[in-house]
């Protein structure tokens, strides 16, 4: 009779936890896995009707998203897609490499005929209202302390939100890290939308320089990394070496997006007197030690004191700015007329700098690749660069580049002096670079971004959507081992989540100036 007593207790058990299970699945807390984690690995007829059967589930507001979903997958046809791009800072008035990447792509997203609509924050007057065709959302932001080049945003006002729920896109491409990216990640869950992340700036490396001072800065920023990315569809790094460390970190579904440059701009036959002038205006015979991008103080611009010191005969031009420029004038003040900053450089001017100078110098351990280098390479310049971040995924030591250990400075001007003082190293390093950068063109970038990366975010997250809406096992999703491993890994996401928005509160303590690459 005691069993039979507690049979309608056992029931009401077992309802409840199914009710309390679905809800929790629906929200994501329980993010389910083994499915999802293999979605690429299955027969590509497998995951077609995987996605035929979530777009068939899919319901209002953005329902659209699923639509023609199958007809997109590899193997088929690949039509033209939306795409949602959500970008901080703006890559239209902020000047940096990561800014050119985007404008790029968009350029051969209109030649592939996809549609797009761009939402980032800008509070200069100049910012555009359209690019190549395709409208942006200007957004209002904030500068971020200490870094007044950055214009940042949260979406406080859900303009991006809006934009995207009217714009009913296929998917949703944010740019990480930062505070847009954690709206992205908010509009991308509430509207159901494939979600892929690009990471653009090493913030581990920022944070362990910037705010030391911080309890476990390091440690912090890689569980705010792991908060933001938990939820994307595909994190894209920009080299092997972030993916990596993406993984080691038990980040999932990274992938690496190329990058690419336009060879017929940056190129050897740029080369030209005048231009010599404008590099160093006092010593245009001399040898021109050159660096092009950010002015900042984690690009470690004073190791290449050490060279001019060695060599008498070299000078240093820095195209560029940044928020370390002023201090930076200063540290090579004793080395006079020697050292030219030449600002910044854009087009045509640009590309003669390069093919002009006789060498590229890249000092910095923070770059997630080093677009600059690529460039330099194409223009037909030796290179010698920091050991570090992604810069080793395009310099091959003692073929196209030579590599030193960071922060090494008499090991660095040593690696200068021998380029310098070696002809045929020169045209061997130059002749291999050349020829190295050409494998690297903004078309094929963009279309393996669009046809790898986009549509695998596409099949994950209709895997995923099928996956929930099939429902679980009730109360033994609780008590059986795999499914107990997912929700404890869930719960401490969601923490971390949580936590990275108090986390975010330390940007508005005086730092010392963050960037983003």
Same mark, same amino acid.
């Given at each position: 009779?005691?069993?039979?007593?507690?049979?309608?207790?056992?029931?009401?058990?077992?309802?409840?936890?199914?009710?309390?299970?679905?809800?929790?699945?629906?929200?994501?807390?329980?993010?389910?896995?083994?499915?999802?984690?293999?979605?690429?690995?299955?027969?590509?007829?497998?995951?077609?009707?995987?996605?035929?059967?979530?777009?068939?589930?899919?319901?209002?507001?953005?329902?659209?998203?699923?639509?023609?979903?199958?007809?997109?997958?590899?193997?088929?046809?690949?039509?033209?897609?939306?795409?949602?791009?959500?970008?901080?800072?703006?890559? #239209?008035?902020? &000047?940096?490499?990561?800014?050119?990447?985007?404008?790029?792509?968009?350029?051969?997203?209109?030649?592939?005929?996809?549609?797009?609509?761009?939402?980032t924050p800008d509070d %200069?007057?100049?910012?555009?209202?359209?690019?190549?065709?395709?409208?942006?959302?200007? /957004?209002?932001?904030?500068?971020?302390?200490?870094?007044?080049?950055?214009?940042?945003?949260?979406? #406080?006002?859900?303009?991006?939100?809006?934009?995207?729920?009217?714009?009913?896109?296929?998917?949703?491409?944010?740019?990480?890290?930062?505070?847009?990216?954690?709206?992205?990640?908010?509009?991308?869950?509430?509207?159901?939308?494939?979600?892929?992340? !690009?990471?653009?700036?090493?913030?581990?490396?920022?944070?362990?320089?910037? $705010?030391?001072?911080?309890?476990?800065?390091?440690?912090?920023?890689?569980?705010?990394?792991?908060?933001?990315?938990?939820?994307?569809?595909?994190?894209?790094?920009?080299?092997?070496?972030?993916?990596?460390?993406?993984?080691?970190?038990?980040?999932?579904?990274? %992938?690496v997006w190329q990058k690419?440059?336009?060879?017929?701009?940056?190129?050897?036959? #740029?080369?030209?007197?005048?231009?010599?002038?404008? /590099?160093?205006?006092?010593?245009?015979?001399?040898?021109?030690?050159?660096?092009?991008?950010?002015?900042?103080?984690?690009?470690? /611009?004073? *190791?290449?004191?050490?060279?001019?010191? $060695?060599?008498?005969?070299?000078?240093?031009?820095?195209?560029?700015?940044?928020?370390?420029?002023?201090?930076?004038?200063?540290? #090579?003040?004793?080395?006079?007329?020697?050292?030219?900053?030449?600002?910044?450089?854009?087009?045509?001017? +640009?590309?003669?700098?390069?093919? !002009?100078?006789?060498?590229?110098?890249?000092? =910095? *351990?923070?770059?997630?690749?080093?677009?600059?280098?690529?460039?330099?390479? $194409?223009?037909?310049?030796?290179?010698?660069?920091? *050991?570090?971040?992604?810069?080793? !995924?395009?310099?091959?030591h003692e073929s196209n580049?030579?590599?030193?250990?960071?922060?090494?400075? %008499?090991?660095?001007?040593?690696?200068?002096?021998?380029?310098?003082?070696?002809?045929?190293?020169?045209?061997?390093?130059?002749?291999?670079?050349? !020829?190295?950068?050409?494998?690297?063109?903004?078309?094929?970038?963009?279309?393996?971004?669009?046809?790898?990366?986009?549509?695998?975010?596409?099949?994950?997250?209709?895997?995923?959507?099928?996956?929930?809406?099939?429902?679980?096992?009730?109360? +033994?999703?609780?008590?059986?081992?795999?499914?107990?491993?997912?929700?404890?890994?869930?719960?401490?996401?969601?923490?971390?989540?949580?936590?990275? %928005?108090?986390?975010? /509160?330390?940007?508005? &303590?005086?730092?010392?100036?963050? =960037?983003?690459?």
């Open positions: 009779m005691r069993r039979l007593s507690d049979a309608p207790r056992l029931l009401v058990l077992l309802a409840l936890a199914r009710a309390f299970h679905r809800p929790l699945r629906s929200r994501n807390w329980l993010r389910p896995g083994a499915q999802a984690d293999s979605i690429d690995k299955k027969p590509r007829r497998n995951v077609a009707k995987a996605a035929q059967r979530a777009a068939s589930t899919i319901r209002g507001g953005v329902g659209d998203v699923a639509k023609g979903v199958a007809n997109r997958l590899p193997g088929r046809r690949k039509g033209p897609l939306r795409i949602a791009l959500l970008v901080e800072p703006t890559p #239209f008035t902020h &000047v940096s490499g990561y800014a050119n990447r985007f404008k790029e792509q968009l350029k051969y997203l209109k030649e592939f005929g996809d549609e797009v609509a761009v939402a %200069k007057p100049e910012a555009p209202d359209e690019f190549m065709g395709y409208p942006i959302t200007t /957004l209002e932001g904030f500068r971020f302390p200490l870094y007044a080049h950055l214009c940042l945003t949260g979406d #406080f006002k859900g303009e991006a939100r809006r934009m995207v729920e009217r714009f009913k896109p296929d998917v949703i491409h944010a740019s990480s890290p930062g505070f847009f990216a954690l709206a992205a990640t908010g509009i991308a869950k509430a509207l159901d939308v494939p979600l892929v992340l !690009s990471y653009h700036t090493h913030l581990p490396v920022y944070a362990e320089r910037y $705010a030391s001072w911080l309890p476990f800065s390091r440690s912090s920023a890689w569980l705010a990394i792991k908060a933001a990315h938990a939820f994307a569809d595909v994190t894209l790094v920009t080299s092997p070496q972030i993916m990596d460390e993406f993984k080691q970190h038990h980040i999932r579904n990274v %992938k690419g440059i336009d060879v017929d701009i940056f190129n050897p036959e #740029f080369r030209d007197a005048a231009t010599r002038n404008v /590099l160093a205006p006092k010593n245009p015979s001399k040898t021109i030690l050159l660096y092009v991008g950010r002015i900042s103080v984690e690009k470690r /611009l004073e *190791d290449v004191a050490e060279v001019l010191r $060695a060599r008498p005969e070299t000078v240093f031009s820095i195209v560029g700015g940044g928020p370390h420029e002023a201090e930076l004038r200063k540290f #090579f003040a004793e080395f006079g007329d020697r050292v030219h900053f030449v600002g910044v450089l854009r087009g045509e001017a +640009l590309s003669k700098a390069y093919a !002009s100078a006789d060498m590229f110098v890249m000092p =910095s *351990d923070s770059e997630t690749l080093g677009f600059v280098v690529i460039e330099a390479m $194409a223009s037909g310049l030796p290179i010698v660069a920091a *050991d570090a971040g992604g810069i080793p !995924s395009i310099v091959d580049g030579i590599l030193v250990k960071p922060g090494d400075t %008499k090991a660095f001007a040593a690696a200068c002096g021998r380029v310098l003082d070696d002809a045929g190293m020169r045209e061997r390093l130059t002749t291999r670079g050349r !020829s190295d950068a050409e494998g690297w063109s903004w078309r094929a970038a963009t279309k393996n971004l669009r046809e790898e990366h986009y549509y695998s975010a596409i099949r994950r997250h209709a895997a995923l959507k099928r996956e929930r809406d099939n429902g679980g096992a009730g109360i +033994l999703s609780y008590i059986w081992p795999r499914r107990m491993r997912l929700w404890t890994g869930q719960l401490r996401r969601y923490f971390s989540f949580v936590f990275l %928005k108090f986390y975010a /509160l330390a940007a508005w &303590v005086p730092l010392r100036g963050m =960037s983003a690459g």
